[in-house]
């Protein structure tokens, strides 16, 4: 343990302009992530795809591209630490059994997002998924016992009353030849969908809590990619279970923007979703988890306008009404957020000062109020 933790102190501080530079390059894929997953699975459906289950396993599919970052870091630790021999893996077996059995979940998430995805528009779906952040407060009340604050009981009431107000006036921007009984099915497939992905994110930190090690850059890639490897697993499984592999190429066929364009939709929906996971990390890596829930956010008006733009779904008076919950929500759990972590960094400063330590690491580890936005888009 004293090894690994060392490895992690010998790393040198990054200079601030290289910092900018990479932290920059991170918001722009979480934003890419952010704004093109929910958009490019919705074309996949619209121009005849039915493929749910397909659908679910592209949204971590894309978990090799993970071995680049990692590959990285592991050269510079070996650089750094040259010539004693650097430590491969930093995941245990503990942490690696959570992280299989986590992945198991998120892709049975993945699925029934895919499934509300199929029904309904792009811009009352996003809405809905905003909703998991109130669902995350009331989880993690009960699984890691984090507090309610002022800020948390705002957010879970307005986003509650944000789908509520689509709930009570579902059905008014049904898709065209889309039966009402499907509207309201992928209504609740998708807040489901919210409800499980809030589920997992206080389970997520419940597992770096049980961690008897510290949770760093490279042990968050490491998680990452087992969670995706197993996501993906399990929806490969579903595929074969629902003989999806042989229709494949009639539906690419079919397909009513073109057979390569097909193929195109699905290699972009993988390197679009992972375009998220990889700049989530990166951004509270660099920065915090407050900036990538902000920014994440942000990307909600922005995919609401693009929605309109490319698909032409219409923006009634009752989305207009549960965006602007939706952001006034989003915007109060984030600054409670901020007053709870200026609180600890405070109380942290303050004990180090009485042991006569610094009061900051050299290098940035992730701490457990980050990982609530580490997983699923």
């Known amino acids: 343990m004293d090894h690994v933790e060392s490895q992690q102190e010998s790393l040198p501080t990054m200079p601030k ?31 005849g795809g039915r493929q749910r289950w397909l659908s679910a396993s592209l949204q971590t599919a894309g978990f090799p591209f993970l071995l680049l970052p990692l590959l990285l870091s592991f050269l510079r630790r070996r650089r750094r630490l040259s010539p004693a021999k650097p430590t491969v893996f930093f995941l245990t077996p503990p942490l690696l059994l959570y992280s299989v059995l986590l992945g198991l979940i998120t892709g ?17 779906t996003s809405l809905l998924i905003s909703t998991q952040l109130g669902f995350t407060a009331l989880f993690a009340f009960f699984i890691v016992k984090q507090k309610f604050t002022e800020y948390s009981v705002n957010s879970v ?21 889309e039966t009402q009984e499907k509207y309201y099915l992928g209504f609740a497939m998708t807040l489901s969908a919210a409800v499980i992905y809030a589920l997992v994110l206080p ?18 890639m490491e998680m ?28 690419a066929a079919a397909y009513g923007l073109g057979e390569t364009k097909y193929y195109v939709v699905l290699f972009f929906t993988t390197v679009v979703s992972q375009c998220f996971y990889l700049g989530l990390v990166g951004t509270i890596n660099y920065s ?23 698909f032409h779904e219409m923006f009634n008076g009752e989305k207009g009404v549960a965006l602007a919950l939706s952001l006034w929500g ?7 957020e901020y007053k709870q972590n200026k609180k600890r ?25 980050d990982v609530e936005l580490l997983t699923l888009p």
């Open 288 to 310: 915090s988890a407050l900036l990538g829930g902000v920014v994440i956010a942000l990307s909600i008006p922005v995919t609401e306008v693009l929605s309109v733009v490319f």
């Open 345 to 369: 960094k405070a109380a942290a400063a303050a004990a180090a000062a009485a042991d006569g330590t610094p009061g900051s690491d050299r290098h940035h580890s992730i701490s457990g109020s």
């Open 203 to 220: 389970l997520v930190e419940l597992t770096y809590k049980k961690a008897k090690q510290e949770i760093t850059f490279t042990l968050v």
């Open 224 to 251: 990452q990619f087992v969670i995706s490897f197993s996501a993906t697993v399990f929806c490969v499984a579903g595929m074969a279970i629902d003989h999806n592999f042989q229709t494949i190429s009639k539906e």
């Open 108 to 124: 049975f998430d993945d699925f029934i997002y895919a499934y509300g995805v199929s029904y309904l528009p792009v811009s009352t």
């Open 330 to 336: 989003s915007a109060s759990y984030f600054y409670g």
């Open 157 to 177: 009431v307005l986003l509650t009353f944000g789908a509520a107000v689509l709930g009570v006036h579902a059905g008014g921007d049904r898709p065209k030849g």
């Open 17 to 47: 302009a290289k910092k900018l530079i990479l932290l920059s390059s991170n918001i722009l894929l979480l934003l890419v992530g952010s704004v093109g997953t929910p958009l490019i699975l919705r074309l996949y459906f619209l121009h």
